[in-house]
């Protein structure tokens, strides 16, 4: 088959090796690290004969992306290669110095799905400052937005409101990649970082990743196909409700639920909402997993329509009103001891969605994304690599 596009790590291997011949290489990755051919970066390394492979980085899930969501895990040792692995997800999700002794240059190569939620970007993040500090080169092997950069939707995290799950004032669909995010964050967050992206040939913002020709990797457990990394800007909302986005389902954040709802009712008043490119449609599901686990629930799955013009977030937030409007007793929103916010918070960037939700009154907010989003596209502009 012929590719569109090139990865970032078969133009690294084609043009770029020998920039880091005599060096000792760190790779932060996962599964999704691998060529337009499916060979794992960590091999292509590995096997390199100029390339010292001396340290491996896991971010959230592990290496094989097989670790569930929010759940830690400890350093080890690579079984092919028998290269120590530094877990980024575990007693901390910051590298240390003493992480970063085994190594002269760190390489990122990973596939992020578009959305600020996503944790890889602040791993990256974290990575960058790291190098920073201790004088490391990084290296960013690009890959596709794989729900397009040319279009951005949201609000800017509010500065009291940031987390692992909204580090930096960036909307929840920022339409971008993770090698342009990496400059924005390196420049306008002052992170000083020695950096080097790897550009892809051939990507187009308005592209979506089939539209690549490239294999798809899942980068997590939930990422279950295109519309559902649509919907994940807005679906994503739900995980800081009393609502099942999904998960232990085959459908996780296409569709969301709960014992309390009625199916059908949920559907007739978000169908008559009118909303542009997508229709709810009645159903009941049994998660086998995290919230509802166990027991029946029923809900509404979204189909997307129209790809290129859907809406995730102001779809979700006019949904999210009509689950309060009907439910305003049932719908509560998550608190933990160990967060100074309601997850919810932490999501929407802010505790200003939350009240506009139970107070009926969701269209100033609206209005409001839609000049952050303005403020943002104008903010990436010069730290974009693909017109």
């Known amino acids: 088959m012929i590719r569109k596009v090139k990865l970032g790590i078969d133009v690294f291997m084609e043009r770029h090796v020998q920039e880091l011949q005599g060096k000792r290489i760190g790779l932060l990755t996962n599964q999704t690290g691998a060529n337009a051919e499916l060979i794992s970066t960590i091999r292509l390394f590995h096997e390199h004969p100029q390339i010292q492979l001396t340290a491996l980085y896991a971010p959230e899930h592990g290496l094989k992306t097989n670790t569930k969501e929010g759940e830690r895990f400890s350093d080890s040792v690579h079984s092919m290669t028998g290269v120590p692995v530094f877990s980024l997800y575990g007693k901390s999700k910051k590298p240390t110095d003493a992480m970063l002794e085994p190594v002269d240059v760190i390489v990122f190569d990973m596939q992020d799905i578009g959305s600020r939620y996503y944790t890889y970007i602040y791993t990256m993040a974290y990575m960058m400052e790291a190098c920073a500090r201790t004088g490391k080169q990084m290296y960013i092997l690009d890959r596709p937005n794989p729900i397009g950069g040319h ?23 920022h339409g971008m990649t993770v090698g342009e995010l990496s400059r924005y964050f390196n420049e306008v967050f002052a992170i000083h970082c020695d950096l080097k992206v790897i550009q892809m040939v051939g990507w187009k913002r308005d592209s979506f990743f089939h539209e690549t020709r490239l294999p798809w990797i899942p980068p997590s457990p939930n990422t279950t196909s295109l519309d559902m990394m649509l919907l994940y800007p807005g679906t994503c909302l739900i995980e800081g409700t009393n609502l099942s986005e999904g998960r232990g389902t085959t459908q996780p954040f296409e569709i969301v639920g709960a014992p309390f709802i009625h199916g059908e009712q949920l559907q007739d008043e978000v169908n008559s909402l009118g909303l542009a490119n997508v229709q709810a449609r009645a159903i009941s599901f049994t998660p086998t997993y995290q919230k509802f686990a166990g027991e029946p629930c029923e809900g509404i799955q979204l189909h997307i329509t129209d790809r290129q013009l859907f809406q995730p977030v102001q779809t979700f937030v006019r949904i999210l009103a009509v689950i309060a409007k009907l439910y305003p007793k049932e719908l509560k929103f998550l608190e933990y001891g160990s967060l100074k916010h ?34 943002f596209i104008k903010m990436r502009q010069p730290y974009l690599l693909y017109r």
């Open 151 to 173: 279009i951005v939707e949201g609000n800017l995290v509010d500065t009291n409101f940031t987390s692992f799950v909204g580090m930096y004032p960036i909307p929840n669909r």
């Open 342 to 375: 309601p997850m919810f918070d932490l999501l929407a960037g802010n505790a200003q969605l939350r009240k506009v939700l139970m107070a009926g009154e969701i269209e100033d907010y609206i209005r409001q994304c839609h000049l952050d989003t303005g403020d």
